[in-house]
T-cell receptor, first 115, second 116 residues
Framework: AQKITQTQPGMFVQEKEAVTLDCTYD???????LFWYKQPSSGEMIFLIY??????QNATEGRYSLNFQKARKSANLVISASQLGDSAMYFC????????????FGKGTMLLVSP | ETGVTQTPRHLVMGMTNKKSLKCEQH?????MYWYKQSAKKPLELMFV???????ENNSVPSRFSPECPNSSHLFLHLHTLQPEDSALYLC???????????????FGSGTQLSVL
């Protein structure tokens, strides 16, 4: 079974609008971390935002916020005021705590921002 | 200079060739990783090194041979590859293999490999 599910292969948004990229996860651990990475056409994976399972408040980093709903096991990325440079692949990832575990990634969502 | 540098950016090789991918990190990290990114599939972890010691080999075929001479450099030696090995190979680093969930990875731009 997939541990990270991103159901949107592609999303389109107009410049200056907000967009939500979906991510659901599966774990039985109590301690875990959720990450979002951006991959532009250059190939580099760029860290955007992190949410810990024990964090009570949703994480925010500039125009990025993470809508964390623990009971639903969802960690959606919200990008406010989209910019043309936001066009890229976006990956949700999880690290399960309790041991030296590595990141598990979803399949990604391609976001296209139009003028 | 970016934190994690990979060379070459692009590589085309025949199935009988031997080539190597190089990764260098300038972040003072102790853990380094190789990931494979194929079209329409999640990133696949291949190898993990921590303080130059291999800690994980994710059932990778022996035609892929990693080498980590020090904490700053990581190589992936390739020989007798198959066309299905064509993919983007990403290198990453982290401070170390922390038991804490918030340890994030820093990635390079990858090597786009095509096997003919």
């Amino acid at each position: 079974a997939q541990k990270i599910t991103q159901t949107q292969p592609g999303m389109f948004v107009q410049e200056k609008e907000a967009v939500t990229l979906d991510c659901t996860y599966d774990t039985s651990d109590q301690s875990y971390g959720l990450f979002w990475y951006k991959q532009p056409s250059s190939g580099e994976m760029i860290f955007l935002i992190y949410q810990g399972s024990y964090d009570e408040q949703n994480a925010t980093e500039g125009r990025y916020s993470l809508n964390f709903q623990k009971a639903r096991k969802s960690a959606n990325l919200v990008i406010s005021a989209s910019q043309l440079g936001d066009s890229a692949m976006y990956f949700c990832a999880m690290r399960e705590g309790g041991g030296y575990s590595t990141l598990t990634f979803g399949k990604g969502t391609m976001l296209l921002v139009s003028p | 200079e970016t934190g994690v540098t990979q060379t070459p950016r692009h590589l085309v090789m025949g199935m009988t060739n031997k080539k190597s991918l190089k990764c260098e990190q300038h972040l003072g990290h102790n853990a380094m990783y190789w990931y494979k990114q194929s079209a329409k599939k999640p990133l696949e972890l291949m190898f993990v090194y921590n303080f130059k010691e291999q800690t994980e080999n994710n059932s990778v075929p022996s035609r892929f041979s990693p080498e980590c001479p020090n904490s700053s450099h990581l190589f992936l030696h390739l020989h007798t590859l198959q066309p299905e090995d064509s993919a983007l190979y990403l290198c990453a680093s982290s401070q170390d293999l922390s038991p804490h969930p918030n340890e994030k990875l820093f990635f390079g731009s990858g090597t786009q490999l095509s096997v003919l």
